[in-house]
C-alpha cells in the first residue's frame, strides 16, 4: 500500500466564540494548515477534501467549506460519525491517497456548539448522536449516556471518584500549557469532588466544556512528501469500529467495544502494539471515559486504569503522557474538530514542537468515542526522520 | 491502482412509505444486494460500509445500518453532500477498495423523506442543503433555486416548457416498467403543461416526487471478484465537483459548473468520453434540469438539450437513453438513496437484467447534482466480460 503521510496541521482556539461563525473558524484552520508546511504550500495543489462536521453549520457543510476557504475547485465529502467524526474523516483521506488516485488531501474538522444559528442547536446535534426510538426520549444524553458506563465500571473495578478526579487535574495542568485551549486553569481534586453534581458520578469538573472551534490537516502520498518536508508524520494505522446503539442492547458497560475493535485495526495496520506508544490523546468527555480508554486502547490491564492515572504514568513526564494538550476536558470539544486537533497536538508532539512536549515521542495515538457509545476511530502517527 | 467492482446491487421499491421506518429500508436494500450476488455473499466478509444520507433517520445514522443490518463488526461511515451523497459514498468505497486496505466494502444510501419523525422533517434537510445566511431566508429552496436556472436556461438556449414536457413523458414511460418506481403511469405533454404551478417554469409534473428508500452496492477490489461473480461490473470512474453555494455568486446560470468539473474527472479516470457512453441515470429532480445535465456531461452541444430530447435519442431505443429506470422523476428521490440506486439500474443494465433493458450496453455513467446546484457526483460503470 502507499504510504501516507501528514505535512501540515493546524487549528484554531478552542472556546466559546460568540464573534466567529463557522465559515470564519474554517479559513483559520486551513489558513495556519498551510502556513505550517515546511516548504510551502500552494492550496491549487489540493486534490481533495474531507470535511468532518455533526450539525452546526450554516448551510451546506461541503461548500460552506469551498466557498470560506476558496477551494472551488476541489472535491470536498463531507464525512458524519458523531464524535468520532474527525478521526474517521482523516482515515477517508487516507483511503484517497493511499489509493493513488489523488496525491495532496486536506481534512477539516469543525463545529460550532455555542452558538443558536439559523437551523441547528446543540440539542439537534444531540439527538443525532443517539437512538430516537428509546435512548433520546428517556433523556440518555451524552452526560447519562457516559454516567451508566462509568457507575458500572467503578463498581466492578474499584477505581473511585478520586480517580477520575486525577484525571481532570492532569488534564487541566497540561492545558495550561496549550494557547489553544479553552479551561486553561489549574484544580485540584478537591475542586472537583466538590463541583455541582450534573449526573452521578460527573460533577461539572468531569464534563467537558461545550465549544466551538475547527482544525486541519494536510494528508499527501509517499511520492511527494518530499515537496512539502523534509519531517513527515507519517499515518501508520487507522481503524474505525462500531457497536449497537441502544444501551439496552451492551452486553458489558464497562468497556467500548467500538474503542477495541478500532485499536486493533490500527495497530495491526501499523505493526506496533501499546507498548510502542509514546503519547496519546484519548477522548476524555467525561472523566471516567479516559479510565476506560486506557484499558480499551491496552495502556493497562482490565480495571486497572485507576491506578495507571494514580501512578503519574499518564502525565507529561510519566511512561505513556495521555492528552498533553489538556485533552477535550480542558482544551475543549467542538465534536467535528476534536478528532482533527488531537492528530494537530500529536503532529507537533512528533516535531518536537508542541507547548507541552514530551521528550523523544516517535509513535503516537488518537482516539475518538462517540455515538451512544456505539463509534469509536483510532490513528497512529509516527515520525522516522533517520 | 487497483481495479474495483461491483459484484452486488439492490434496492426497496421506492415511495411513500408510511409504514416503514428507515431501520426496515436498510435490511431490504442489503437484503437484496446480498442475494443478487452469483456465487453467494456472507456478511462477515464486509470489510467496511458507507452509508449515503441526509438527516432523515431515527437518531446516529451509522449506528443505524450496523444495528439494524446485523453488521456489528463492520466500521461504517456516514458521507453527506446534499443530493450527490449516493454516488459520492460510492466514490469513497472505491478509494477505500482501490487502496488495497479493504476487500469488500458496503454502500448504502437511504433517506425517509414522507415521514414525521422525531427529530426531521423534509424542511429540516431543505435547510441543510443550501446557505442559512441568504438563501434559504428569502426562500430559495429546491424548486425556487432550479427555477431560476431553468428560466435562464430556457431563455438563452431556446428550448421550451414543451422540451422540459417531453423528459417528464419520457421518464414516466420509463419508470412504469420499473417495478421499483413510484409514479408508474404515463403522461402526456398536455398534461405536464396544463399541471399546477409550483414555480415557474415547474408545474406539479416537472418535479421529482418526495420519497421513501433505501439501495445498496457490494463494491470488491479485483483479486477477490472471482470468488462473487463472474461477470463483474467496474467501476471505471469516480468524480465529485463542488461550486459556490450562494446564487449571487454563481456566474453563468445556464450551466452546472460542479457536473462539468465532476465528469471531467471520471472520464479522464475512466479513459472514455461521452460518446462512449451507452446508457445514463441523471438528476432529473426538475425537468429542466435533465436538459442542463445532458449539456453539461457532452451528450450534445451546448443549447441543444432540447433538441435531443426532441429527437428521441435520450428515450430507450434512442442513441443514448438516459433514465431507463425513470429517472428522479418517475422512480422517485429519496435523497441519500438516489445516487445508489442509479448504479443499481446501472448494474442491471450492463449485465442486462433490466426490467427496461438498454440492448448492448458496455458503458454507463450516473449523475447526480445538489446543494444550491454547488455538488456533483459522477460515477462511470464499465461491462467486459470477455
Given at each position: 500500500m502507499?504510504?501516507?503521510?501528514?505535512?501540515?496541521?493546524?487549528?484554531?482556539?478552542?472556546?466559546?466564540?460568540?464573534?466567529?461563525?463557522?465559515?470564519?473558524?474554517?479559513?483559520?484552520?486551513?489558513?495556519?494548515?498551510?502556513?505550517?508546511?515546511?516548504?510551502?504550500?500552494?492550496?491549487?495543489?489540493i486534490?481533495?477534501?474531507?470535511?468532518?462536521?455533526?450539525?452546526?453549520?450554516?448551510?451546506?457543510?461541503?461548500?460552506?467549506?469551498?466557498?470560506?476557504?476558496?477551494?472551488?475547485?476541489?472535491?470536498?465529502?463531507?464525512?458524519?460519525?458523531?464524535?468520532?467524526?474527525?478521526?474517521?474523516?482523516?482515515?477517508?483521506?487516507?483511503?484517497?491517497?493511499?489509493?493513488g488516485?489523488?496525491?495532496?488531501?486536506?481534512?477539516?474538522?469543525?463545529?460550532?456548539?455555542?452558538?443558536?444559528?439559523?437551523?441547528?442547536?446543540?440539542?439537534?446535534?444531540?439527538g443525532?448522536?443517539?437512538?430516537?426510538?428509546?435512548?433520546?426520549?428517556?433523556g440518555?444524553?451524552?452526560?447519562?449516556?457516559?454516567?451508566?458506563?462509568?457507575?458500572?465500571?467503578?463498581?466492578?473495578?474499584?477505581?473511585?471518584?478520586?480517580?477520575?478526579?486525577?484525571?481532570?487535574?492532569?488534564?487541566?495542568?497540561?492545558?495550561?500549557?496549550?494557547p489553544?485551549?479553552?479551561?486553561?486553569?489549574?484544580?485540584?481534586?478537591?475542586?472537583?469532588?466538590?463541583?455541582?453534581?450534573?449526573?452521578?458520578?460527573?460533577?461539572?469538573?468531569?464534563?467537558?466544556?461545550?465549544?466551538?472551534?475547527?482544525?486541519?490537516?494536510?494528508?499527501?502520498?509517499?511520492?511527494?512528501?518530499?515537496?512539502?518536508?523534509?519531517?513527515?508524520?507519517?499515518?501508520?494505522?487507522?481503524?474505525?469500529?462500531?457497536?449497537?446503539?441502544?444501551?439496552?442492547?451492551?452486553?458489558?458497560?464497562?468497556?467500548?467495544?467500538?474503542?477495541?475493535?478500532?485499536?486493533?485495526q490500527?495497530?495491526?495496520?501499523?505493526?506496533?502494539?501499546?507498548?510502542?506508544?509514546?503519547?496519546?490523546?484519548?477522548?476524555?468527555?467525561?472523566?471516567?471515559?479516559?479510565?476506560?480508554?486506557?484499558?480499551?486502547?491496552?495502556?493497562?490491564?482490565?480495571?486497572?486504569?485507576?491506578?495507571?492515572?494514580?501512578?503519574?504514568?499518564?502525565?507529561?513526564?510519566?511512561?505513556?503522557?495521555v492528552?498533553?494538550?489538556?485533552?477535550?476536558?480542558?482544551?475543549?470539544?467542538?465534536?467535528?474538530?476534536?478528532?482533527?486537533?488531537?492528530?494537530?497536538?500529536?503532529?507537533?508532539?512528533?516535531?518536537?514542537?508542541?507547548?507541552?512536549?514530551?521528550?523523544?515521542?516517535?509513535?503516537?495515538?488518537?482516539?475518538?468515542?462517540?455515538?451512544?457509545?456505539?463509534?469509536?476511530?483510532?490513528?497512529?502517527?509516527?515520525?522516522?526522520?533517520?
Amino acid at each position: 500500500m502507499r504510504r501516507v503521510a501528514l505535512v501540515g496541521a493546524g487549528m484554531t482556539p478552542f472556546g466559546e466564540h460568540f464573534d466567529l461563525g463557522i465559515k470564519d473558524l474554517l479559513p483559520m484552520a486551513v489558513t495556519e494548515a498551510v502556513g505550517s508546511v515546511d516548504k510551502g504550500f500552494e492550496r491549487a495543489d489540493i486534490d481533495a477534501a474531507w470535511f468532518g462536521e455533526l450539525t452546526t453549520t450554516d448551510g451546506f457543510p461541503s461548500g460552506i467549506l469551498v466557498d470560506s476557504c476558496g477551494l472551488l475547485d476541489v472535491p470536498v465529502t463531507r464525512v458524519e460519525n458523531a464524535c468520532a467524526t474527525g478521526n474517521d474523516a482523516l482515515r477517508n483521506a487516507v483511503y484517497g491517497v493511499a489509493s493513488g488516485m489523488l496525491d495532496v488531501a486536506l481534512v477539516v474538522g469543525a463545529d460550532k456548539v455555542r452558538e443558536s444559528s439559523a437551523r441547528s442547536t446543540f440539542w439537534e446535534w444531540m439527538g443525532l448522536t443517539r437512538d430516537m426510538a428509546w435512548d433520546y426520549p428517556i433523556g440518555v444524553v451524552a452526560p447519562a449516556n457516559f454516567a451508566l458506563h462509568v457507575n458500572r465500571y467503578l463498581h466492578e473495578s474499584g477505581a473511585t471518584r478520586e480517580h477520575q478526579a486525577m484525571v481532570a487535574v492532569k488534564n487541566h495542568h497540561h492545558g495550561v500549557s496549550n494557547p489553544k485551549a479553552q479551561l486553561r486553569f489549574e484544580i485540584t481534586v478537591d475542586d472537583v469532588l466538590d463541583a455541582p453534581m450534573v449526573v452521578e458520578p460527573f460533577g461539572v469538573y468531569d464534563c467537558t466544556p461545550q465549544s466551538d472551534g475547527a482544525a486541519a490537516l494536510l494528508v499527501v502520498g509517499e511520492e511527494v512528501v518530499d515537496r512539502y518536508t523534509d519531517r513527515p508524520v507519517w499515518v501508520r494505522g487507522v481503524g474505525l469500529g462500531l457497536d449497537r446503539v441502544m444501551h439496552q442492547h451492551k452486553t458489558d458497560m464497562t468497556t467500548f467495544p467500538p474503542t477495541v475493535k478500532a485499536a486493533r485495526q490500527a495497530y495491526a495496520m501499523a505493526g506496533v502494539g501499546p507498548a510502542d506508544i509514546d503519547v496519546a490523546e484519548v477522548h476524555d468527555c467525561f472523566t471516567g471515559v479516559e479510565l476506560i480508554d486506557y484499558e480499551d486502547l491496552g495502556f493497562c490491564d482490565r480495571f486497572a486504569g485507576g491506578a495507571l492515572v494514580e501512578s503519574g504514568a499518564t502525565a507529561v513526564g510519566g511512561r505513556l503522557p495521555v492528552n498533553p494538550s489538556g485533552g477535550l476536558k480542558s482544551k475543549g470539544h467542538p465534536p467535528g474538530a476534536t478528532g482533527i486537533a488531537q492528530c494537530v497536538e500529536l503532529f507537533e508532539q512528533l516535531r518536537g514542537e508542541s507547548t507541552n512536549q514530551v521528550d523523544g515521542a516517535r509513535v503516537a495515538l488518537a482516539h475518538n468515542i462517540g455515538g451512544p457509545t456505539a463509534v469509536a476511530a483510532v490513528t497512529i502517527l509516527g515520525f522516522d526522520k533517520d
